[in-house]
């Protein structure tokens, strides 16, 4: 089993940054790839942001160039550092892991980008 806490979310002005966090309770190395989905309401959860064992990571078009996923080892966490933030990014935000090809869920951070 697998505990992700995550951290960060809140209330920004359009064009703003945040930087959310999730910790893992076990060291992220065991993981194929760890990284963040969202969720706004009347719509599905997508994927925004992973990063996978090999180093390799992927973004959602909507969010290329302006957000940065990255692995802190140290803290045993995956980062998303959200930058010239738009309303459209307003949702809850997941952080998920891949452990043994079982995916593992964060109880999941409020964004909301508003004026």
């Known amino acids: 089993q697998v505990q992700l806490v995550e951290s960060g979310g809140g209330l920004v002005q359009p064009g703003g940054s945040l930087r959310l966090s999730c910790a893992a309770s076990?060291?992220?190395?065991?993981?194929?790839?760890m990284g963040w989905y969202r969720q706004a309401p009347g719509k599905q959860r997508e994927l925004v942001a992973a990063?996978?064992?090999?180093?390799?990571?992927i973004y959602a078009d909507s969010v290329q160039g302006r957000f940065t996923v990255s692995r802190d080892n140290f803290k045993n966490a995956v980062d998303l550092q959200m930058n010239s933030l738009e309303p459209e990014d307003t949702a809850v935000y997941y952080c998920?892991?891949?452990?043994?090809?079982?995916?593992?869920w964060g109880q999941g951070t409020q964004v909301t980008v508003s004026s």
């Open positions: 076990i060291s992220i190395f065991n993981f194929n790839e």
């Open positions: 990063i996978r064992r090999i180093g390799s990571s």
């Open positions: 998920h892991v891949d452990y043994r090809s079982t995916i593992f």
